[in-house]
T-cell receptor, first 114, second 111 residues
Framework: GNSVTQMEGPVTLSEEAFLTINCTYT??????LFWYVQYPGEGLQLLLK?????DKGSNKGFEATYRKETTSFHLEKGSVQVSDSAVYFC?????????????FGTGTRLTIIP | KAGVTQTPRYLIKTRGQQVTLSCSPI?????VSWYQQTPGQGLQFLFE???????NKGNFPGRFSGRQFSNSRSEMNVSTLELGDSALYLC??????????FGSGTRLTVV
């Protein structure tokens, strides 16, 4: 079955540091890939997505590139801010005879200190 | 467009009771999915409805059920509540596999 493995947390960085959160996946076909962010007490917000190999998703300074050869979708940001503190989830979805659903990684808690 | 609305936001129930949670998707979205989030198990897929039909189901016991109405609003029901059912229940609506929009969730506490 499909699975997503992402970097264990928690991750603590200083403001303006470079961020990478690793994500790799296993899928039988050609999934779409997502990063979601969850702030305390809230639901999930879509951060960015990529629907095919070599696509780059980007939003709010975050980027991730769909790498089919390495089955990866690592999240990066050049200069993090305190407001980026949240839990980040990597996820995939794949059409499989009407079996559409999101498969999530375990989440990575990110804390940015001023 | 209004977002995905889940009600209630918080719920406290006693073991053995049943509970019904509601989700109103984004207008025009016909697919509604439900997920359970717990610290131990993370985000787990419960089921998905499309045009009033359950299209997909996760590995949860039969105590967990759902339905979707003709206006795409969905409800999920948990009967005979157990302490382990305490979780954040998230609903997501979508037009296709490329975009799922989540609600703020219903936090259920079973005591």
């Amino acid at each position: 079955g499909n699975s997503v493995t992402q970097m264990e947390g928690p991750v603590t960085l200083s403001e303006e540091a470079f961020l990478t959160i690793n994500c790799t996946y296993t899928a039988t076909g050609y999934p779409s890939l997502f990063w979601y962010v969850q702030y305390p007490g809230e639901g999930l917000q879509l951060l960015l997505k990529a629907t095919k190999a070599d696509d780059k998703g980007s939003n709010k300074g975050f980027e991730a590139t769909y790498r089919k050869e390495t089955t990866s979708f690592h999240l990066e940001k050049g200069s993090v801010q305190v407001s980026d503190s949240a839990v980040y989830f990597c996820a995939l979805s794949e059409v499989n005879f009407g079996n559409e659903k999101l498969t999530f990684g375990t989440g990575t808690r990110l804390t940015i200190i001023p | 467009k209004a977002g995905v609305t889940q009600t209630p936001r918080y719920l406290i129930k006693t073991r053995g009771q049943q509970v019904t949670l509601s989700c109103s998707p984004i207008s025009g979205h016909r697919s509604v999915s439900w997920y359970q989030q717990t610290p131990g198990q993370g985000l787990q897929f419960l089921f998905e409805y499309f045009s009033e039909t359950q299209r997909n189901k996760g590995n949860f016991p039969g105590r967990f059920s759902g339905r979707q109405f003709s206006n795409s609003r969905s409800e999920m029901n948990v009967s005979t509540l157990e302490l382990g059912d305490s979780a954040l229940y998230l609903c997501a609506s979508s037009e296709d596999i490329y975009g799922y929009t989540f609600g703020s969730g219903t936090r259920l506490t079973v005591v």
